[in-house]
Structures are given as C-alpha cells and as structure tokens.
C-alpha cells in the first residue's frame, strides 16, 4: 500500500465485553480475584472439553458492528490461532481470521473525519501474565487463567490516523459509543490497543507497539516511537518490521520481537464450534434495541435545541449527561440547561472527584434549580452554592431556599442601601476607579454581594454602584 502522508497509524483495539459468564463456557467473568479460581476445563482447554458460544456476547457484539455501519456477514465462524505461550493453555486462542462478523465499517471523530475500520471479530482473552520484577528483568512469570477466555472484540481500523492526537481522539470515541451501547464496563472493563506506525522517511516500514492501556498512554507511546524512528533514520539505521511493547515506567518501546505474519500461527477452522447462522430475525432484533448514539444526539441538540456544536459534543460525549440534558430542556430553557450542565455540574463532579452515575441526585432536583435561576428567584451564585450541596446529599430544593431565605434581593432600594455602605466603606476602592482601575468596581462589587450574601445579581449592582459613585 503507498502511503502520502508522513506519519501512518492503524489501531487494533481489544475491548472486553461485560457479559457475566466467559465466551465459550458458564465460567463467571468477575468475582473472586483469587487467582486461578475462575477456570474450568473448558476455558483452560482440557482434552474432551467442548465450547459452547455465549449468546448474549455475540447480541453485544453485532450492537458494535451496527454502530460502526459495518457490513454484518451471515455467519460466524471461529479459528484456531496457534502459538506456543504460557497465557494460552491449549497453546491455540479460538478466534475470527477468514471471515470476521463485522467488516468495512468507519467511525467519525470530532474533526469530521472518518476512520475506516476494516472488520469487528470476536475472541477469547488471554490469561494474565504477572512479571515481579518487570518484562524485562523477571526470571520467572506467573500466569492468572481467570481473564482467559473472557469475551473479546476486537476493532482493527485502516491506516488511516495521522498522528497520535488522532488516535487518542479514536479511542475516546469508540469509549464513547460502548458506553452507549452499555456493552462495555468503563470502569471496570479492560480495553488494550496494539498500535501500527510508520514513517515516510522509512518507506512506511511498520512497527508495532503492543499492549497499550489509556487514552493518555497510547498517546504518550506513539509520540515517543515516531520520535524513535525519526532519530534512527536520522543516525542512518534501517528500521525492520517488529513488534516492540511500551513500558509507561519509564515511558520508551523495547523490542518484543521481529514481526511475524498472520500465517505464521497456522489458523485452521475450530471443529468443536459449528457455524453460527446469523439470521435476518437476530440482526432485526438487535437493531431495535440499539440506542440513539452520541453523533445522533450532537445533531439533535443542533437542530431542535439551538446549542452550539461545542456545548452539544460535550453533553453528548456522556451518555448520562445527554439523557439528563433532554430531561431538563423539557422543563427549562435548553440553552441555561447546557450552560448549567456542561459547566457547573461538571465542575462539581470533578472538584468532588465523582462521575456523574456516582450520585444520588437526578433531572427533577435540577430543574427544580434551575427554575428557580430562569425566574430570577434566586441568583446564580447562590444556585452554585445550592448545587454544591446536592452533590453531597439531596434535597427539596424550593424548600431549602425558603427556609433558607435564599431568594434573590430584587428590591432597588434594598439594593442601593447596600451599595451606599459599601462605597462608604471602601473610600479607597472608590478613588481608585474614578482613576481608571476597572478592577477596583469589582471589589466594591464583591462587597455587596457579600452583604447580600449573594442573593443580589452581580449586574444590577455593577449599574447601581456606577450610577452613585458619578
């Protein structure tokens, strides 16, 4: 394949779907972290063993191949890779070569650009592989066989990124879209990314970059090895195709090994599974209960909302978010409702160091708020305040402003009051802005608001403090 552009990146990217029971056998995917306790011999190969397909796997892997408009084959056929590795007990991994169950499917990143994904296939997981010391310097390894055979789908993308932003952008996009299918568990799931990268300078030759966890991480490694290979061509080495593993310690590649090819693990068709039809009826049914996904809602939020295409991809980025902005703009203006969500409750959340599904408080409690911002009945400082403290526990929010006295002043006269005993009180701050120093009205400013305990808007002060001081 010839290559213009400088930089080429391909991503292949594991995620492990969040069913309860492994890929082939009734072995539970979560529970006891003992090591080795999570097996049968099925899952660890034993001689005589048959696997038997998971059902809902495949169900959540078909939502991923329909999100990413891949073309869906009719049926699903399972290989055997074989390699000899201490992570696979019956040295060979059940997986998808000839005919994956999805494929030509593309997903679009925030810049309007499309990435081609050249197939979605099904396998089981590895086991774990502990090295005490480091891949590196460990004499021994230990193996943990409870992953192994966990349900896998892997996405493998054209070479189409041209940079590393571009892939940290791809991966929090696909993130995005397993959220909303909620076939993926973000916090606790696993998701690995093996990335390709060439360079022009040496004639696209690729390299691959093994085991990538994080958005930041995969960043960070791609950066270093386009730096990497720059330098060496720079010194006049010639790069060879190989597979290197990222240590995010000390934040290099080293050399895994040279690269083989796909026909170097001898893929033959699994006989114990049998070919799996993938009906019209199934795919129909799966496709009824896929959800309206994030781009879906970014265009919603566009057209029917009038929000800006900023403020529409941030809610849209968290499903949570999006469904509780469409339950509020319902009741409130959706414009006060984006400003409010995408910036004061998010602010909150990551002061509180809380994701949004981590509290107690849902759509009436912030309509219940911001109705009373959009009435003017209390101000925004204090609706801050007021949302502060929903975070921590709720509560009737009409009655705490109440018993709290918390509406706003809207009394001129009760304001003006304030604002003599404020210029009387700050003679300074006063001569200081009829000098010129804007940042002095602030300060009288402030000194209202706090007499008013903020019950008063910052902008009818400003006016009423300027009108008397001339």
Known sequence: MEFKSNVVIGIECHVELSTNTKLFCSCPTKGSEEPNTRVCEVCLGHPGSKPVLNKKAVEYALKLCMALNCKI??????????????????????????????????????????????????????????????????????????????????????????NAEEAREFMKQLITTLNYLKIFDVNNGIIKADANISIKESHHTRIEIKNITGF?????????EIARQKSAIAEGKKLEQETRSWDSDKGITFLLRKKETEEDYGYIL????????????????????????????????????KLK??????????????????????????????????????????????????????????????????????????????????????????????????????????????????????????ADYKHGEKEALNFIVGAVMKKTKGKATPKEVNEIIKRLIK
């Not at 930041?216 to 270093?224: F, T």
């Open 73 to 162: 084959n009719k049926e699903l056929i399972f290989s055997r890779k074989s390699y000899f590795y201490p992570d696979m007990s019956k040295n060979y991994q059940i997986t998808q070569y000839e005919i994956p169950l999805g494929e030509n499917g593309s997903l679009k990143l925030k810049s309007g650009k499309e990435v081609g994904i050249t197939r979605v296939h099904m396998e089981e997981d590895p086991a774990s592989l502990i090295h005490p010391s480091g891949m590196q310097q460990s004499a021994y390894v230990l193996v943990d066989y409870n992953r192994s055979g966990n349900p896998l789908l892997e996405i493998v993308t054209k070479p189409e990124l041209g």
């Open 216 to 224: 930041k991480e995969i960043e960070r490694a791609l950066n270093y």
């Open 270 to 305: 699994d006989t114990d599974l049998v070919k799996t039809e993938i009906t019209k009826d199934l795919v129909d049914k799966i496709r009824r209960e896929m959800p309206e996904l994030a781009h879906d809602k970014i265009k919603k939020f566009i057209e029917k909302h």
């Open 309 to 430: 295409k900023e403020d529409a991809e941030i809610l849209a980025a968290e499903k949570e978010l999006a469904e509780m902005f469409e339950k509020v703009a319902e009741e409130v203006d959706p414009i006060l409702a984006a400003k409010w969500l995408r910036r004061e409750l998010i602010r909150v959340l990551n002061y509180n160091k809380k994701e949004i599904h981590e509290i107690q408080i849902d759509e009436k409690h912030i309509i219940d708020l911001l109705k009373l911002v959009e009435n003017k009945k209390i101000t925004d400082s204090v609706g801050q305040k007021l949302l502060e403290k929903l975070i921590e526990k709720p509560f009737d929010v009409n009655e705490y402003v109440k018993k709290e006295k918390l509406e706003a002043v809207s009394d001129t006269k009760e304001i003006e009051k304030y604002c003599i005993e404020a210029i009387i009180e700050h003679p300074q701050a006063v």
